[in-house]
């Protein structure tokens, strides 16, 4: 059985099966829970891949994260994915936190709205960040301001930035 089916009967069951920080939760009426639990314990692990991967690949192929029902906590993947690509792009933990809810709060608004952060063509370090469309997009004078880069804005430019960590993730 493969998890697509299993999810796709858990629902014709009544069951929502959600991943919350690589936990599977079944949420449903009590008995139909437990009959999901126990069909769905020998493939948790591909079910716990199945449903990262599909928060993954949407955020990936949109750079944005649009809740969707059958994984409702897939916002707790996306939020660690943001939380790396900040991380290693110079913010500490509380400000990659902030930055992250901000987005989780502009995805559920659907504001096409973009931080330099997120996209792929920003590169440098913390004192010296650079845009690769910064002059293709019109803008001239100096490289990009620093305190540009957490900022809510639209930008011709934008690419989305691929997340280097589940590149290889089945």
Request: some cysteine.
């Amino acid at each position: 059985m493969t998890p697509a089916y299993l999810l796709a009967e858990c629902q014709k069951s009544g069951v929502l099966v959600e991943l919350a920080a690589g936990v599977l939760k079944l949420k449903g009426q009590p008995d139909a829970v437990q009959i999901a639990a126990d069909k769905l314990r020998p493939f948790k692990g591909d079910l716990v891949r199945y449903l990262d991967r599909l928060a993954a690949e949407q955020f990936l192929n949109t750079g944005e994260f649009r809740q969707v029902s059958r994984t409702a906590a897939a916002v707790d993947n996306v939020i660690g994915i943001r939380l790396a690509l900040f991380h290693d792009r110079g913010l500490n933990r509380a400000a990659a936190i902030a930055l992250a809810d901000r987005l989780t709060v502009r995805d559920q608004q659907h504001d096409e709205r973009r931080v330099c952060l997120e996209c792929v063509h920003m590169a440098g370090t913390v004192h010296a960040r650079r845009c690769g469309e910064w002059r293709k997009i019109g803008k001239s004078g100096s490289p990009m301001p620093a305190d540009l880069v957490d900022i809510l804005q639209r930008c011709r430019g934008f690419k989305a930035h691929p997340n280097q960590d589940n590149e290889g993730a089945p």
